[in-house]
C-alpha cells in the first residue's frame, strides 16, 4: 500500500477531470507540481476548462468513459494517485435520465475502484451531501443515519448512486485499498455551466447578468453551504495527502449556511442588475414527485481535525471571483 507525503511528482488520475470542480483539482495538481492525466468522456465536461494545460508536458487527456473497464486497467496502472470525480450529477440531468445517471455513477466507480484495489493504488472518491437526504440532524455529521426518500421519487437515485460507490470503498478498504471518500457541499466558482441546469449560483448569476428574474423555488427559506471550487479541491488533496484518511468518509463544505432568496439578493446587490426575485413551485420544475431540502450543511469538525480543512472564501468573495468570470464569458 502506497501513502503520500506530497503531490508533488505524483502521476495522478483525475476522473470527470474536465468538469467543474475536477478541472480545478488538475490547476492545483499540476501548480504543486503533479503529473496529470484526465479521463472524461466530455458528457458533461468541457475542453475548454482544461485549454491552458494543453502543452504542458505533465498533463495528457484521455477521452473516455469510465465505464471502459480496459481504457481504466491501462490507464490505473500508470498512475499513483486516483481522484474519482466522474459522474452524472446535478438535480436536472439526474431526473431527465435516472437509468444513465445510475449506470455511470454505479458501474463507473465500480470500474475504478476494482482496477484501484488490483494495484492498491491511493484513491480518493467524490460523494455527495445529496446522501444526507433528508436527515433532520443538522449540520450533517459524516456518523449520521442518511435518510433517503422512495424509490418512485427519481432524484434519490443519484444519492444511492453515491452511496454504492462508498459502500464499495468501504467494503475494500479493510482489504487494502487506500481509499477516503469525500462529500462535497454545493460547490460554486469559475466554469460553472452556465446552463443552470446543476448549480442555482450558476443560475442566478446568468438571469442577473441578462436582466431576467431569479426564480427563487418555493419561499427560498432552503439554507445550503455554498463552497467556493478552490476549498473544494483544497480539501480533496488534503484527504489524499492524509495516511488517516484512509477508510473514512470527510464533509468537505463551508460551514457559512445561506438562504437561498439570500444568495439572489446577494447576486443582484454584487452584479447591480436590476432583475427581479420571483418565486416558483419547485414542483413545477421538477415534477410532482419532487423532494427538496431544507437545510444542507456542512459540520466539519472531523475534516478539520483530521485533514487540518476548513473552507476559507467567504460567499461575497466567491460569489464576486464567480461573477467576474462569468462576465469574462460574455453574459
Ligand atoms: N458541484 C457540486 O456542488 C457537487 C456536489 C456534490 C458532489 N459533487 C460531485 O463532484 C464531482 C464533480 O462534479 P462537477 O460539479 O464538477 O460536475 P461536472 O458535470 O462538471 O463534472 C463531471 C464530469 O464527469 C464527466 N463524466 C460524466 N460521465 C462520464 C463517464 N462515463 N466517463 C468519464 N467522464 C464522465 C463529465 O463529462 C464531467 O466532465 C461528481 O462526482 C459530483 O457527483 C459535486
Same mark, same amino acid.
Given at each position: %500500500?502506497?501513502?503520500?507525503?506530497? /503531490?508533488?511528482?505524483?502521476?495522478?488520475?483525475?476522473?470527470?477531470?474536465?468538469?467543474?470542480?475536477?478541472?480545478?483539482? @488538475?490547476?492545483?495538481?499540476?501548480?504543486?507540481? +503533479?503529473?496529470?492525466? @484526465?479521463?472524461?468522456?466530455?458528457?458533461?465536461?468541457?475542453?475548454?476548462?482544461?485549454?491552458?494545460? *494543453?502543452?504542458?508536458?505533465?498533463?495528457?487527456?484521455?477521452?473516455?468513459?469510465?465505464?471502459?473497464?480496459? =481504457? #481504466? !486497467?491501462?490507464?490505473?496502472?500508470?498512475?499513483?494517485?486516483?481522484?474519482? *470525480?466522474?459522474?452524472?450529477?446535478?438535480?436536472?440531468?439526474?431526473?431527465?435520465?435516472? =437509468?444513465?445517471? #445510475?449506470?455511470?455513477? @454505479?458501474?463507473?466507480?465500480?470500474?475504478? *475502484? %476494482?482496477?484501484?484495489?488490483?494495484?492498491?493504488?491511493?484513491?480518493?472518491?467524490?460523494?455527495?451531501? $445529496? @446522501?444526507?437526504?433528508?436527515?433532520?440532524? /443538522?449540520?450533517?455529521?459524516?456518523?449520521?443515519? #442518511?435518510?433517503? &426518500?422512495?424509490?418512485?421519487?427519481?432524484?434519490?437515485?443519484? +444519492?444511492?448512486?453515491? =452511496?454504492?460507490? $462508498?459502500? =464499495?470503498? %468501504? !467494503?475494500?478498504?479493510?482489504? &487494502?485499498?487506500?481509499?477516503? /471518500?469525500?462529500?462535497?457541499?454545493?460547490?460554486y466558482g469559475p466554469r460553472l455551466a452556465g446552463d443552470g441546469y446543476g448549480s442555482v449560483v450558476a443560475k442566478f448569476i446568468v438571469q442577473a447578468l441578462t436582466g431576467q428574474p431569479l426564480t427563487v423555488h418555493d419561499d427560498g427559506c432552503q439554507k445550503r453551504g455554498f463552497t467556493y471550487v478552490a476549498d473544494t479541491v483544497a480539501g480533496t488533496q488534503a484527504a489524499a495527502l492524509s495516511d488517516r484518511a484512509v477508510g473514512r468518509v470527510y464533509n468537505i463544505g463551508s460551514q457559512e449556511h445561506v438562504r437561498i432568496v439570500d444568495l439572489a439578493q446577494t447576486i443582484l446587490d454584487l452584479t447591480g442588475s436590476k432583475s427581479k426575485i420571483i418565486h416558483v413551485p419547485a414542483r413545477s420544475v421538477f415534477g410532482p414527485n419532487f423532494e427538496d431540502i431544507n437545510l444542507r450543511g456542512a459540520d466539519g469538525t472531523r475534516a478539520s481535525q483530521e485533514l487540518g480543512f476548513t473552507a476559507q472564501i467567504p460567499i461575497h468573495q466567491g460569489l464576486a471571483q464567480t461573477i467576474s468570470w462569468f462576465k469574462d464569458q460574455g453574459y
Open positions: %500500500m502506497t501513502l503520500l507525503s506530497t /503531490i508533488e511528482n505524483k502521476r495522478c488520475l483525475v476522473t470527470g477531470g474536465a468538469g467543474f470542480i475536477g478541472s480545478h483539482l @488538475v490547476d492545483r495538481l499540476l501548480n504543486q507540481g +503533479a503529473g496529470v492525466t @484526465v479521463v472524461d468522456d466530455l458528457s458533461l465536461g468541457r475542453t475548454a476548462n482544461l485549454a491552458h494545460h *494543453l502543452g504542458n508536458p505533465r498533463f495528457s487527456l484521455v477521452t473516455g468513459s469510465v465505464t471502459d473497464s480496459r =481504457l #481504466l !486497467a491501462d490507464l490505473v496502472v500508470e498512475h499513483q494517485v486516483i481522484f474519482h *470525480l466522474a459522474a452524472v450529477v446535478g438535480v436536472k440531468h439526474v431526473l431527465d435520465d435516472p =437509468l444513465n445517471t #445510475l449506470h455511470v455513477n @454505479v458501474e463507473g466507480t465500480r470500474v475504478v *475502484l %476494482m482496477e484501484a484495489f488490483k494495484h492498491q493504488t491511493r484513491t480518493v472518491v467524490v460523494s455527495s451531501s $445529496e @446522501v444526507y437526504g433528508k436527515s433532520r440532524h /443538522i449540520p450533517f455529521s459524516e456518523s449520521d443515519d #442518511l435518510v433517503l &426518500g422512495p424509490s418512485s421519487a427519481p432524484r434519490w437515485s443519484y +444519492a444511492v448512486s453515491k =452511496l454504492y460507490g $462508498e459502500h =464499495l470503498a %468501504m !467494503a475494500l478498504a479493510p482489504q &487494502g485499498l487506500p481509499v477516503t /471518500i469525500v462529500r462535497y457541499f454545493n460547490a
